[in-house]
T-cell receptor, first 114, second 114 residues
Framework: ETGVTQTPRHLVMGMTNKKSLKCEQH?????MYWYKQSAKKPLELMFV???????ENNSVPSRFSPECPNSSHLFLHLHTLQPEDSALYLC?????????????FGPGTRLTVL | AQKITQTQPGMFVQEKEAVTLDCTYD???????LFWYKQPSSGEMIFLIY??????QNATEGRYSLNFQKARKSANLVISASQLGDSAMYFC???????????FGAGTRLTVKP
């Protein structure tokens, strides 16, 4: 596997379910990100991890819980979501967190909350 | 306030012609990076091109070039010799200095006509 992978690619869940999204990067990067892409809204940064420590949390509701066990893996744990949380969730990684490091994205997980 | 503005929700271009996608940005930082990403219908965000605020030359990557006008705070993407496979959403993004946060514009949907 190369680049950034995400599983599952599609997920349908009820509001009372608990599920997790997984992201894995094979690029040797040390920073990882979760983004949310809703219809008709700009891409929103949710969480940033640098060297496995969370460095940014953009006022994301607590029903989204990230986990970064090592520099290659990033999870997003979901519980008691709302229908408005339905979106494409994109994971990205970069070799640093400065303004000069482009981010490489995974294919995304399309989440539908019923 | 919106940091990245893409004023063209949709653009059409004839195959083999050139097209310019507009992007303006707002920052008070002297050091920042500008990025363009392509998102096909599959959902994956594909990095296209990068321009640093201190770069004197406009960035070019194959058929992609970035028309960087610092005083006007614009970073337009030029795609030469459009191909049918160029049909996708295109996002302009900016990262300021050592900030972790990459801000994205709302995107422009490009359709290449045969």
């Amino acid at each position: 596997e190369t680049g950034v992978t995400q599983t599952p690619r599609h997920l349908v869940m009820g509001m009372t379910n608990k599920k997790s999204l997984k992201c894995e990067q094979h690029l040797g990067h040390n920073a990882m990100y979760w983004y949310k892409q809703s219809a008709k809204k700009p891409l929103e940064l949710m969480f940033v991890y640098s060297l496995e420590e969370r460095v940014e949390n953009n006022s994301v509701p607590s029903r989204f819980s990230p986990e970064c066990p090592n520099s290659s893996h990033l999870f997003l744990h979901l519980h008691t979501l709302q229908p408005e949380d339905s979106a494409l969730y994109l994971c990205a990684s970069s070799s640093g967190t400065s303004g000069y490091n482009e981010q490489f994205f995974g294919p995304g997980t399309r989440l539908t909350v019923l | 306030a919106q940091k990245i503005t893409q004023t063209q929700p949709g653009m059409f271009v004839q195959e083999k012609e050139a097209v310019t996608l507009d992007c303006t940005y707002d920052t008070s930082d002297q050091s920042y990076g500008l990025f363009w990403y392509k998102q096909p219908s599959s959902g994956e965000m594909i990095f296209l091109i990068y321009q640093g605020s201190y770069d004197e030359q406009n960035a070019t990557e194959g058929r992609y070039s970035l028309n960087f006008q610092k005083a006007r705070k614009s970073a337009n993407l030029v795609i030469s010799a459009s191909q049918l496979g160029d049909s996708a959403m295109y996002f302009c993004a900016m990262r300021e200095g050592p900030n972790n946060d990459m801000r994205f514009g709302a995107g422009t949907r490009l359709t290449v006509k045969p």
